[in-house]
């Protein structure tokens, strides 16, 4: 197979492991990563676009692929301006769904959040819940939208309150039993195995994915 796939948000943690295993993955002949800076020692396979991702409809000519693995996201600390946030994580997302459907993308990855609700009131889930409404709108063929629960693995960046709030996690997580479940840590690398082994074995659905399913579907 000689597969095209787009990666957003590949210096992130989750992204950046899916740019890896696709560089190690014969189906993928080209990724593309669009992004804000360039990131070096990267395989030829790997074609970089640089530039504002605020403004994705720039990229229009280019954003053309087989898959979009959209892990966009920022937190509170990095983007206290709520306007700014929810440009990014609202904006971004949705503006590559509407460019995927536009250029005959057949399948869209997104990462979401868990409680994702865009009735809610607490403003993060609601712009989740936002984000998956217009995206799941734009009818895209193989469309899947992922909620995990608390993110780990290990950042480039310091992130004081999440590695506090991971240890508490890790300590209490025994006593998630039943519905509980849902709420354990999920590595990022389960997520990246999660979206491609998704990705390749497609489904003509538009699908949201709870972190319990995310966990199963890495196994498979």
């Known amino acids: 197979m000689n597969k095209t796939a787009i990666i957003l948000g590949a210096t992130g943690l ?3 492991i899916i740019l890896h295993k696709l ?14 800076s360039k990131k070096e020692g990267l395989p030829d396979k ?18 053309k692929a087989d898959e ?6 920022t937190t509170t ?28 993308i057949p399948t869209f990855l997104v990462i979401s959040a868990m409680g994702a609700n865009e009735s809610s009131n607490v403003f993060y889930n609601k712009t989740k819940g936002q984000m998956e409404h217009d995206v799941l709108k734009r009818n895209i063929k193989n469309t899947f939208v992922l909620r995990p629960s608390l993110i780990g693995g290990e950042r480039k960046e310091h ?8 240890a508490v996690f890790q300590v209490i ?13 999920i590595d990022a690398e389960t997520i990246a195995t999660a979206m491609i082994k ?8 538009e699908v949201i994915i709870t972190s319990n399913d995310i966990k199963q579907i890495s196994k498979q």
């Open 14 to 16: 989750t992204g950046n």
């Open 46 to 63: 790997v074609e970089q676009f640089i530039g504002d991702l605020l403004n994705l409809e720039d990229f229009k000519p280019d954003f």
């Open 159 to 166: 992130r004081l309150l999440e590695k506090i709030g991971l």
């Open 198 to 205: 998704l990705a390749n074995n497609r489904s003509n659905a």
């Open 68 to 73: 979009v693995y959209c892990c966009i996201g």
């Open 23 to 36: 560089i190690e993955d014969d189906r993928y002949k080209t990724i593309k990563l669009f992004s804000r």
């Open 77 to 104: 600390k990095k983007t206290p301006n709520k306007e700014l946030y929810k440009k990014i994580d609202y904006g971004i997302p949705v503006t590559a769904a509407k460019l995927s459907k536009e250029n005959n």
């Open 173 to 185: 997580e025994p006593l998630f039993i039943g519905k509980l479940k849902q709420y354990k840590i």
